[in-house]
C-alpha cells in the first residue's frame, strides 16, 4: 500500500517554529516532484513549497518565502517543510503530495498523484 504519512504538526505561538516531516512506504518517492500544501477553514487548498527530485529546484508560495524552507532526504524517502517565524494565518492543515512531474505552476492539485492524510499546525497569537 502506497502511503504518504505527516508528522510533526501542533500548537505553536506566533514567532515560532516547526519541521513538519512526510515518509513515504509502498514506493519509492525518489523521481518524483514532492510538495507541501495547506488548507485552511473556508479556503481552498494551495501549495505552499514544491521540490524537485533532485533537490535542485524549488518553488514557494509568495506568502511563505524566507519562512519556510522545503528539503528532501531520498534515501529515506522523506520531505521536510521547515517553518519558521509561525504567523496566526499559517493556521491550517498541511498536506505532503507527490506527482509525477513539475508543473506549469510547480505543483498544482490536478498534478499530485499520492496525498498524506494531513497534519495540522495551529498558530497561537
Known amino acids: 500500500q502506497v502511503q504518504l504519512v505527516e508528522s510533526g504538526g501542533g500548537l505553536v505561538q506566533a514567532g515560532g517554529s516547526l519541521r513538519l516531516s512526510c515518509a513515504g512506504s509502498?514506493?519509492?518517492?525518489?523521481?518524483?516532484?514532492m510538495g507541501w500544501f495547506r488548507q485552511a477553514p473556508g479556503k481552498e487548498r494551495e501549495c505552499v513549497a514544491a521540490?524537485?527530485?533532485?533537490?535542485?529546484?524549488?518553488y514557494y508560495t509568495d506568502s511563505v518565502k524566507g519562512r519556510f524552507t522545503i528539503s528532501r532526504d531520498n534515501a529515506k524517502n522523506t520531505v521536510y517543510l521547515q517553518i519558521n517565524s509561525l504567523k496566526a494565518e499559517d493556521t491550517a492543515v498541511y498536506y505532503c503530495?507527490?506527482?509525477?512531474?513539475?508543473?506549469?505552476?510547480?505543483?498544482?492539485?490536478?498534478?499530485?498523484?499520492?496525498w498524506g492524510q494531513g497534519t495540522q499546525v495551529t498558530v497561537s497569537s
Open positions: 503530495a507527490s506527482a509525477f512531474s513539475w508543473g506549469a505552476q510547480a505543483m498544482g492539485i490536478t498534478d499530485v498523484n499520492y
Open positions: 509502498g514506493r519509492t518517492f525518489s523521481r518524483d516532484v
Open positions: 521540490i524537485s527530485w533532485s533537490g535542485q529546484r524549488t
